[in-house]
């Protein structure tokens, strides 16, 4: 009897053992350089999401301050962000993605978007009008409740380079082929970018008066986030202000349904000033909305 209950007790710890290894068979190690250095992949294929990046051009947007002594301070802002520059940011953000075995795909011969350079309205708006449009992205403040993402940036894009998109600046989600990205110069006070959620469309600004910059005093945006000897992008090495390859990839996972928050992480891409790693079950809520949206494989 003594040894039957032994032979059950093994049985069971094999069983135990072997349960374990099956669910263990959901992660794998990656050792890619130049990742953000999570250690955990999902299992499962690669996710490719096409992504078409708007450059949008001709908008001056003039942000007005006051100096300390009280005399009139302007920043006048362009989008001067290359098409070179803009796959570097993307290639980072692929980067950043990694770890979910979510790609996104940019090269039009590949099925993405491509990275293109857009007038500002599409050359169908008077410049009165971009001029109005474009002073009141300026002017957006944190917090505002006025729906920016429906009466002002779409607006600002050329419908003619959005399918989900009409002539008059509305958008239909369910038209599109392609995720949106639009960078453009500023996109409010203190603020970075926003984006639907979930959707296909959003927004970055290339320059920031966001902390630790001074309000009121934006100033050009930090690329990349410096990665370490072998590549590997670390918290140690992220810039104070930030990174547009950081603030595209915590926008796109709002296009996946992800909202703020850190899972305990220090360095959560969705949450905190340091965004680099995403959590297990963002990961999975993020693949699960991918799966709904546009997708190439």
Not at 200 to 225: C, E, M, W
């Amino acid at each position: 009897m003594q040894s039957e209950r032994h032979l059950m007790k093994s049985s069971l710890s094999i069983a135990v053992i072997v349960a374990a290894a099956a669910l263990g068979v959901a992660y794998w190690q990656s050792s890619r350089p130049g990742t953000n250095g999570n250690e955990t992949q999902p299992a499962g294929e690669t996710l490719v999401l096409p992504l078409r990046v708007h450059l949008v051009t001709g908008l001056d947007m003039v942000r007005e301050a006051e100096n300390a002594d009280g005399s009139p301070s302007a920043t006048l802002m362009k989008m001067t962000l290359s098409k070179k520059e803009a796959e570097a940011i993307i290639s980072q953000v692929n980067d950043l993605w990694a770890p979910a075995r979510i790609y996104w795909e940019t090269d039009p011969e590949q099925g993405g978007g491509g990275i293109i350079h857009e007038q500002a309205g599409g050359g169908n708006r008077s410049p009165e009008e971009i001029m109005t449009l474009a002073q009141r992205a300026v002017d957006r403040k944190r917090g505002s409740t006025f729906n920016y993402m429906a009466k002002v940036f779409p607006k600002l894009a050329d419908p003619a380079q959005n399918e989900s998109m009409d002539a008059g600046g509305v958008l239909h989600p369910g038209r599109a082929r392609f995720y949106h990205l639009y960078l453009f110069p500023y996109v409010g006070q203190t603020l970075q970018g926003t984006a639907n959620l979930p959707g296909t469309f959003a927004i970055v600004g290339t320059y920031s008066d966001k902390k630790p910059n001074q309000n009121g005093f934006p100033l050009p945006r930090p690329h990349l986030i410096p990665g370490d000897a072998e590549g590997r992008l670390l918290p140690d090495n992220f810039p104070a202000a930030g990174a547009l390859s950081a603030t595209i990839a915590h926008e796109l996972g709002h296009n996946l349904s992800l909202r703020h928050a850190d899972e305990g992480m220090p360095d959560n891409l969705m949450k905190g000033r340091v965004k680099i790693r995403l959590g297990p079950r963002q990961i999975s809520k993020a693949r699960q909305q991918a799966l709904k949206g546009p997708r190439l494989r």
